[in-house]
């Protein structure tokens, strides 16, 4: 994908400008296409609440082409990706655990507010 | 070519431009990969950083389902849209500057990066416009958040005359002065025969420029989407009550009636104990926003509660924001040594490294986008 | 081969070394050297541990008595409040790994500086910044009460100067990040050619493992208390239950970083304790891959239990028992390393100067310290156990026990390498045996304290507790002179020490084939790479009066090799 042409060094890897212009305009087209879903309802008769689920899964393939084509991923050392992409599995990780503990005790917090509501005092 | 030779290379290359491998490395190889592993762990540390409010932004939309589909009339979404296009086509020139630097284009880069600069000086236009806009409104964080401000008419002078929000024009105040300054700055290199300084200072005058080019452009953007049907709900002029509280005001109603069926179950089965209760309230948690508003009827704390939305909503695009101008401040560097020629095929590290950076930036708005601008 | 000249000019006594080739203080205050960048982190990690060594003393003298008047009790909530803080965040976090790392990690690999040296100097003077603002907190006036965990509700309310405070722990937490950053980056791109993974001494595992936290949690505490300054200042409501907030997502939050940070803690110091338990027993590591990975698999396993600090904290009974699970878990690695040491004293040739009696105070203390964890762990006796002395004295000898020890250790084995002088070795061992006494005496009794009920933080007691609380108190000061001799051995052996040659301990790590003090670019000659743990490639060297590798010594006088070499 890269003309590697012999006077560079090993480790300059150019990528041709067709290759970004395509990434580019593949990204404006999810980017319309993202738009659109939110606006008209997604396609196909599928309900309402999938907006959400296409629009996460069109940034998803957004990020993929920005990381893999603009960031150079794609020629880029094994070591330098797994960095990257351990950074994820670590937001998963907290934000999945977090989730599964805030969800039980939502009720408690809620509580809390109705009683200042009904005037109990709460101290400044 | 044979590894030998390029190790020759390599060494003469050492030699002659020694000025820029640092003692401690043994050659423009080495220095790359220091370089590039250190703006990706760079770049994890971001990506953890952001993953904060993620995490917070996660939570509140799984656990208040309903403060998130109330709250996204007031975003504007064409707005958030334009912002998205600009930055992808300022990562689009920067990868085009990257690669200038990586053959040793020094003067195309320079123009790409310009480019990227004034890209994200149109972003943060847009981003002004927004914020002075809710700030009328009175969409603030949580403590602050009140709907029943009044928005007033201008008061400032520049406000009258341009028919634009107050806060505007103090946001923009800042970028005014820096125009000023830079091109003063770029008259007097002129003057002075400081060539590349005069061009350096030209290039942020246009930078600052772009930031007005975004301001016009996203008042535009307002205009047509205010006279659009779907964004006069989110004006709370239209009516004595706020359309978003009618809309609330429905749903609680159907809430009720969704907590009667749940009544007449438990009714129905006497024998059921406390513990089931729970597990049905559970189940209902599970299932997402209507059943979790039954416990809160009150329209007005949703409301309020609203605000906790916008906290977030200001933290990210907040934090977001100050990473553009952090951009914008590396990418003026990367300029001015663009300026002065300095990129080589074997050393274009720096302009790579902020590219990740930019890059970076760009793919956080990716994700922020349809959070916060397509909630439906 | 090389001769007895060159034999001289490499391994004997430098005229000009690191610290005396330029002078005045600009040339340290701008200098780009790991060395003196080490030297300097030194110093004011050492002030740090001073400064709230002396809170600590304070806090210990109030509770002599159960009734004392000493403090009120607002002043003993600062004073407990600070010396947290101040020990985590300016003292435990950077002291081995900034500190001690700093000197040797560089040179281990046979590299000439870590990867960004401006990076390094920028992270030290945000540690000065940082560790400021922390102290601003006093000198505001206003002190801090919160304890050093910041928790909402508490730190949204007071009106103590938690903003000055939670700055300075973010700065912190920027420092701890570049100096992590760029450990990682420096073993991984700058190692010695042909030295691989499996040659680079077990300290280098220790620290990538330490500096894989520092860059993955260190930015969560960062948007944490960027948060909860958020919240202090603007009300956002989203750790304020006032506002609709969630407080307990704050210790999700905190304790998302600060679980590891225990980590940040402790792994560097076993890095420590695996050097000094090979060299002294002039013995080969025992399990070398086993102690190398637990060191990875502790800092993986860390980010995975930080819900057991919140088991009484509303945690939801599923979480609770996830966290509670894999908490056990932690211990594997852990006991993996202090049986591996034990194997490795096992017929060694055990030389007991003052860095081994540290170690093997640390294998000691670390083995209590670590084994109470599991009571803490365990979810029925912890609803007991939690909030009280008993969880005080655990982490206090892990901390103290572990990292204090191995920081005192490490600095009495590496100090004749960075000043090229020898310290009394009778005075720094009397020095480590106050140490050991009295951090026993004053943390054991707190186990005891704590298991009948009594509970941490609280400036007064039930006079039941009274002897505990005096013996406590009594050891408090045994150990704080123990530390002050510990550090006066050092600094008098910097500047008035015996000479010593390049490598008095016939360590075979790459750092020891440097002369004593270094040069300024660390090695004169490229240095020969060897395993680190290869004992027999050091052969005594009579002319200079140490050892020196194989490959420079007089081929007529070398003795041959006892063991076969290994690769």
Not at chain 1, 21 to 46: C, D, E, H, N, R
Not at chain 3, 453 to 467: H, I, K, N, V, W
Request: charged share 10%.
């Amino acid at each position: 994908m890269s003309d590697h042409s012999e006077n560079l060094p090993a480790f300059c890897h150019p990528a041709s400008p067709k290759l970004l212009y395509a990434v580019f305009f593949a990204l404006i087209f999810l980017t319309l296409l993202t738009v659109a879903v939110s606006a008209l309802g997604p396609p196909m008769g599928m309900p309402r609440a999938f907006a959400f689920p296409i629009a996460m899964i069109f940034a998803t393939m957004k990020a993929f082409l920005v990381c893999a084509f603009f960031m150079h991923m794609w020629w880029d050392k094994g070591f330098n990706i797994l960095a990257f992409l351990s950074s994820l599995l670590f937001v998963s990780l907290f934000i999945g655990m977090t989730l599964m503990d805030t969800s039980h005790y939502q009720d408690t917090i809620e509580a809390f507010d109705v009683q200042q509501l009904t005037g109990v005092e709460i101290a400044e | 070519m044979a590894v030998a030779d390029t190790h020759e290379i390599h060494d003469d290359h050492h030699h002659d431009h020694g000025e820029f491998i640092a003692h401690h490395f043994d050659g423009p190889e080495q220095q790359f990969d220091s370089g590039k592993l250190g703006i990706w762990l760079f770049l994890v540390t971001e990506i953890l950083f952001f993953g904060g409010l993620f995490v917070a932004y996660t939570l509140y939309r799984s656990n208040h389902p309903e403060i998130f589909e109330q709250a996204h009339v007031f975003l504007n979404k064409y707005l958030g849209g334009l912002n998205t296009i600009v930055l992808l086509f300022s990562s689009l020139t920067m990868a085009l500057g990257v690669r200038a630097a990586q053959l040793g284009k020094n003067k195309n880069c320079a123009v790409y990066v310009l480019i990227t600069m004034v890209c994200a000086a149109v972003f943060l236009g847009v981003k002004a416009v927004e914020y002075s806009h809710k700030w009328d409104m009175g969409i603030l964080v949580r403590s602050a958040f009140n709907l029943t401000y009044t928005h007033p008419a201008p008061v400032t002078s520049v406000g009258k005359w341009l028919h634009v929000s107050d806060y505007l024009v103090y946001i923009s105040v800042i970028p005014t002065l820096l125009l000023v300054g830079f091109l003063v700055a770029s008259l007097m290199g002129k003057l002075m025969e400081k060539n590349v300084f005069s061009k350096f200072m030209l290039g942020l005058s246009i930078m600052v420029g772009g930031y007005f080019l975004g301001v016009g452009v996203g008042l535009i953007f307002m205009d047509v989407a205010e006279g659009g049907a779907n964004e006069s709900h989110a004006s709370i002029q239209t009516a004595d009550q706020p359309l978003m509280l009618h809309a609330m005001t429905q749903e609680t109603r159907e809430d009720a009636s969704h907590d009667e069926n749940h009544d007449k179950t438990a009714e129905s089965h006497p024998a059921a104990d406390h513990v089931d209760g729970q597990a049905h309230h559970e189940e209902h948690a599970h299932a997402g926003g209507e059943a979790f508003s039954a416990h809160h009827p009150d329209p007005e704390k949703l409301s309020r509660n609203v605000g906790i939305f916008f906290s977030i909503y200001y933290c990210m695009t907040g934090l977001h924001a100050i990473h553009i101008i952090g951009g914008i401040v590396v990418l003026s560097w990367i300029l001015w040594r663009s300026l002065l020629g300095q990129w080589r095929s074997d050393y274009f590290g720096p302009v790579d490294y902020v590219g990740l950076y930019w890059h970076l930036v760009d793919l956080i708005w990716i994700y922020l986008f349809p959070l916060l601008y397509l909630i439906d | 081969m090389v001769d007895a000249v060159t034999r001289q000019k490499l391994f004997g006594t430098p005229e000009i070394h690191f610290l005396n080739c330029t002078k005045g203080w600009k040339s340290w205050a701008f200098t780009l050297d790991h060395k003196r960048i080490g030297i300097m982190y030194l110093i004011g990690v050492t002030i740090a541990l001073f400064l709230a060594g002396i809170f600590a003393l304070v806090l210990r003298s109030h509770l002599f008595k159960f009734d004392s008047k000493m403090l009120s009790d607002d002043m003993y909530n600062q004073m407990f409040t600070l010396h947290g803080a101040v020990m985590v965040f300016s003292f435990i976090i950077p002291s081995i790994p900034a500190a001690l790392g700093n000197l040797v990690l560089p040179m281990m690999l046979g590299a000439k500086d870590v990867a960004f040296p401006r990076l390094n100097l920028a992270s030290f003077y945000l540690w000065i910044i940082g560790t400021g603002c922390l102290l601003l907190a006093i000198l505001s006036g206003r002190g801090l009460d919160t304890g050093w965990t910041f928790y909402t509700p508490y730190s949204i309310d007071t009106n103590t100067g938690v903003i000055y405070a939670t700055f300075g722990a973010f700065v912190l937490g920027f420092s701890s990040i570049f100096t992590g950053l760029n450990f990682l980056v420096t073993v991984n791109t700058m190692r010695l050619k042909g030295q691989g993974w499996f040659k680079l001494p077990l300290f280098l595992w220790s620290l990538y493992a330490t500096a894989i936290i520092q860059v993955l949690a260190t930015p969560v505490l960062g948007i944490t208390l960027l948060m909860l300054i958020a919240e202090k200042t603007m009300h956002i409501g989203i750790f304020d239950a006032k506002y609709g907030g969630d407080p307990v997502l704050f210790q999700h939050f905190f304790w998302f970083y600060s679980h590891p940070a225990v980590y940040i803690m402790i792994l560097p110091a076993m890095g420590v304790i695996s050097e000094l338990i090979s060299v002294y027993s002039q013995k080969r590591i025992f399990g070398y891959s086993f102690i190398a990975f637990s060191s990875v698999a502790i800092a993986l396993l860390g980010f995975l239990v930080w819900g057991h600090h919140m088991f009484t904290s509303g945690q939801s009974q599923v979480v609770t028992l996830i966290f509670s699970a894999i908490t056990f878990t932690v211990a594997i690695p852990s006991a993996v390393k202090v049986f591996n040491w034990l194997a490795t004293l096992y017929k060694g040739s055990i030389l007991l100067n003052t860095p081994m009696c540290y170690a093997l105070s640390f294998i000691f203390l670390f083995g209590i310290g670590g084994l109470t964890g599991l009571f803490l762990g365990a979810l029925s006796t912890d609803i007991h156990l939690h909030d009280t002395y008993f969880v005080v004295a655990h982490f206090h000898f892990v901390m103290v026990g572990g990292t204090l020890t191995a920081l005192l250790g490490g600095l009495f084995h590496w100090w004749p390498k960075f000043f090229g002088r020898m310290y009394n070795d009778l005075l720094g061992r009397v020095g480590c045996f106050l140490v050991f006494s009295g951090f026993n005496l004053t943390f054991f009794p707190q186990f005891v304290m704590g298991s009948r009920g009594m509970p941490r933080r609280y400036a007064s007691y039930d006079p039941e507790f009274l002897p505990f609380h005096q013996l406590s108190t009594i050891g408090a000061f045994v150990l704080g002179i123990g530390i002050l001799i510990s550090f006066i051995v050092l600094v008098y052996a910097a500047f008035k020490g015996p000479r010593c040659g390049s490598n008095p301990f016939r360590a075979a790590s790459l750092e020891w084939q440097s002369s004593s003090p270094p040069d300024f670019h660390n090695f004169v000659h490229s240095p020969v790479l060897n395993d680190p743990y290869d004992f027999d490639s050091q052969v005594y060297d009579d002319e200079l009066d140490t050892y020196i590798s194989r490959e420079f010594a007089d081929p007529t006088k070398v003795p041959p090799r006892t063991e076969p070499v290994h690769h």
